[in-house]
């Protein structure tokens, strides 16, 4: 779909010819921003979303991935553990890697807490690019490892959180000349169309709980449902973090700015001390009448215990976060589907 850049702090505008994820005047976060209206996707592929920007893309298997019915009345899950590399970020970054080699970059550089860097790294040897990967001290040996599986990433595990992983990255990208990915533009359009599918594969959705570290993937979902024309259908998004890292739930509860909190929750995969589009979820919280729920460490083991006894499932922590978010609300109507996000442990 034709679509422009556009600096969500000082205005900027960049059409869809620019090589980068920042703002080059004021290096803010830049947003897409289509032309024309769209319609509702029909299609059965990843690819026949109607909110991808225009680009050079390989249609690799990615997206359309399962949702299953809960043994509780009214619950669902979508199943991110299907794509590639067994967590959500697959969405994200068969889009923006192909960015990068459609801008003939030669390296791109990621800060992540460790699916994301796996997820960039895979496509990156796809495509024939290679990866510099900035990961975080809470990032777990066994999602190392299966970065390292890919094989060409050159990985620097830093003693900080992902925020200072982040800021490293960004720097490393200015220096050396690579396309920065991670928690930008073009992959809040990929994860996004994790939408659309729920809404194909549940009638009558009410709420969907997405766990939320960088909050990208809350920010991303919102605007396909918002550009869908649901006239009076939107469903409620529930944010769920850990509550040894919840910045988003005490900034969404006080009404105030989001500041930085240390993460210390072992559900690495939403460690985030300062979500990059945190405010944005706040205002998709407001606009869609959701909420924000933390959860604890002991709740979320659980239900990752249950998980596994019930479906026969392996999957992370993070993922099973909104689960526990689900039984501690207990909405009494309508259906409620939870994102299970990935399954690298």
């Excluded at 690819?47 to 019915?69: A, C, Q, S």
């Excluded at 460790?114 to 990961?135: E, H, P, Q, T």
């Excluded at 500041?259 to 979820?281: C, F, K, M, S």
Aim: hydrophobic share 35%.
């Amino acid at each position: 779909m034709r679509y422009k850049l556009k600096c969500t702090l000082c205005k900027a505008v960049y059409d869809s010819g620019y090589r980068s994820q920042i703002c080059g005047a004021c290096s803010g976060i830049l947003e897409v921003e289509y032309a024309g209206s769209i319609k509702g996707a029909s299609g059965t592929s990843f690819w026949d979303n109607p909110m991808l920007p225009d680009g050079r893309y390989r249609h690799f298997e990615v997206g359309n991935t399962k949702v299953i019915r809960a043994d509780s009345e009214g619950l669902f899950f979508k199943l991110e553990t299907e794509n590639p590399t067994g967590s959500f970020k697959d969405r994200g970054s068969v889009v923006e890697v192909a960015k990068a080699a459609e801008y003939r970059y030669k390296e791109v550089v990621c800060a992540s807490t460790g699916n994301m860097a796996y997820s960039v790294a895979y496509y990156s040897k796809l495509y024939g690019l290679r990866a510099k990967i900035f990961i975080s001290r809470d990032a777990s040996s066994c999602k190392i490892n299966d970065i390292r599986s890919v094989g060409d990433a050159d990985i620097t595990k830093i003693n900080g959180d992902f925020t200072e992983a982040q800021r490293l990255a960004e720097a490393y990208a200015k220096k050396k000349g690579a396309f920065l990915t991670g928690d930008y533009c073009y992959r809040k359009e990929g994860q996004g169309s994790i939408s659309p599918e729920i809404l194909r594969a549940v009638n009558n959705v009410s709420r969907i709980f997405v766990p939320v570290g960088n909050a990208t993937l809350i920010s991303g979902m919102y605007k396909y449902l918002a550009r869908l024309n649901l006239k009076g259908r939107m469903p409620e998004l529930v944010a769920v973090q850990a509550k040894k890292c919840m910045p988003l739930v005490r900034a969404f509860k006080k009404k105030a700015g989001i500041r930085y909190e240390r993460p210390r929750t072992r559900a690495d995969a939403i460690a985030v001390g300062l979500p990059t589009y945190g405010g944005q979820a706040i205002e998709v919280l407001n606009a869609t009448r959701g909420t924000a729920v933390s959860v604890s460490e002991k709740d979320m083991r659980e239900e990752q215990k249950l998980f596994y006894a019930k479906y026969g499932l392996i999957v992370e922590l993070a993922a099973v976060a909104g689960i526990a978010a689900w039984r501690k609300t207990k909405p009494e109507t309508g259906a409620s589907v939870v994102v299970i996000s990935g399954g690298n442990v």
